[in-house]
């Protein structure tokens, strides 16, 4: 669905990217993490011609990225986290705007309005940043573009949205369909997005199906921490400390949170992808 090959990008003087490789394949519900100013969105306009690189090429759903055909632009459907919207009514908004979508449904876009409980008949710059980020997300799950991208779809939504959006995601999003989410709320997603991404100073350092994870290491709890070479990641706790280790034969992996993964690739990357390629039992 989308290939980057050898892409450099900058902003004025400072590189963000260099030559940075990355494929995504249709079908997948991909988490994009990364700490501040990693590049996440910048990233994801990349992808979908908003910006341009400087050198290196991007491939999104078949066309070069950056040249933004009314094919490529069709399929896609990105949802910033920070929004705008037109003084228009939800109503008038999707009569505009729902052309540019050849696989719109009406008939979804109700169903999500309704679940959301958006108001439809006043303006959406009225609206509250809440009531404005639910409209929009229903109105991207009823385009079912083969390519969705959602950057911090959480934020601004209360808890029983926050339920509401996992669920539709979960019943909705074909398996056709690609999704990128990226977002710091990892908690918020952590049972829909597989596999991860995780960026760090321009670079993807980390990306794997989460299931893969779940047999190679261990929590255990520790008073004091001893064995320094077998510890990827370590933190402390009330009465010592939570430590992830590579799991053994005889133990069974207990379940790994997207958070601890997250801080054990931005913490010791290069050991954590030997061991998940099998290269560290030298």
């Known amino acids: 669905m989308i290939k980057i090959n050898n892409l450099d990008f900058s902003y004025k003087n400072t590189s963000l990217f260099h030559d940075l490789d990355m494929n995504l394949d249709q079908g997948n519900i991909y988490g994009l993490l990364g700490r501040n100013g990693a590049g996440k969105t910048t990233l ?40 705008w919207v037109p003084p228009l009514t939800a109503k008038k908004y999707v009569q505009r705007y729902s052309r540019c979508y050849p696989s719109f449904s009406h008939e979804l876009l109700k169903t999500h309005i309704e679940e959301f409980e958006v108001p439809y008949q006043r303006n959406l710059n009225k609206l509250s940043l809440g009531q404005k980020k639910k409209f929009l997300l229903a109105f991207g799950f009823a385009s079912q573009c083969e390519l969705l991208i959602l950057d911090e779809p959480t934020n601004g939504l209360d808890i029983p949205s926050k339920s509401i959006f996992r669920r539709l995601v979960a019943e909705y999003i074909k398996d056709e369909q690609t999704v990128i989410i990226s977002t710091h709320q990892v908690r918020d997603v952590e049972n829909l997005i597989d596999p991860i991404i995780i960026l760090d100073e321009g670079k993807v350092i980390f990306q794997q199906y989460v299931n893969a994870l779940q047999d190679k290491f261990r929590i255990v709890n520790m008073k004091e921490i001893s064995d320094t070479e077998k510890i990827l990641y370590s933190e402390k706790t009330l009465g010592g400390y939570s430590v992830v280790m590579e799991a053994d034969t005889e133990t069974e992996a207990e379940q790994l949170d997207i958070e601890t993964i997250f801080n054990i690739a931005v913490n010791n990357p290069d050991k954590l992808n030997k061991i998940m390629k099998g290269e560290d039992n030298e």
């Open 44 to 83: 994801l306009k990349l992808m979908t011609g908003l910006r341009f690189p400087d050198s290196g090429k991007i491939i999104t759903g078949g066309f070069t990225a950056s040249s933004r055909p009314k094919e490529m632009l069709e399929k896609i459907c990105f949802i910033p986290e920070e929004i």
